[in-house]
């Protein structure tokens, strides 16, 4: 099994992202998705779900209306569109299976535990003046 992330980078507040993670070695179509992050001396954060089909989408308060995620199931793909970054987004970002995607219709999904299957290895997300 592998989830492989790209696209992180250094960023002035403002500017955009993309990150991708391509898997492999299990049934990618089949697992609700999510991306998290971590930031130093910090636990890990969700950040945002996405079912397995595509259609139901989740975002943690500080980032609805900035970022989107995406998925592209016949390229095993998971994306995450980040627009008008902010230096509190700075963290390394994972893609990860979502173990606790049903909790997550409930509006205190911010507090739901990041429970995964897979993660992947991570790419560096930087915010700064």
């Known amino acids: 099994v592998q989830l492989v992330e790209s696209g992180g980078g250094s960023v002035r507040p403002g500017e955009s992202l993309k990150l991708s993670c391509v898997a492999s070695g299990f049934t990618f179509s089949g697992f609700d998705m999510s991306w998290v992050r971590q930031a130093p001396g910090k636990g890990l954060e969700w950040v945002s779900s996405i079912n397995n089909g595509g259609w139901i989408k989740y975002y943690r308060n500080s980032v609805k209306g900035r970022f989107a995620i995406s998925r592209d199931n016949f390229k095993n793909t998971l994306y995450l569109q980040m627009n008008n970054l902010d230096t509190e987004d700075a963290a390394v970002y994972y893609c990860?299976?979502?173990?606790?995607?049903?909790?997550?219709?409930?509006?205190?999904?911010?507090?739901?535990?990041?429970?995964?299957?897979?993660r992947g290895q991570g790419t560096q997300v930087t915010v700064s003046s």
């Open positions: 990860a299976t979502d173990s606790n995607f049903s909790d997550r219709s409930d509006r205190k999904r911010d507090y739901v535990p990041t429970d995964f299957l897979y």
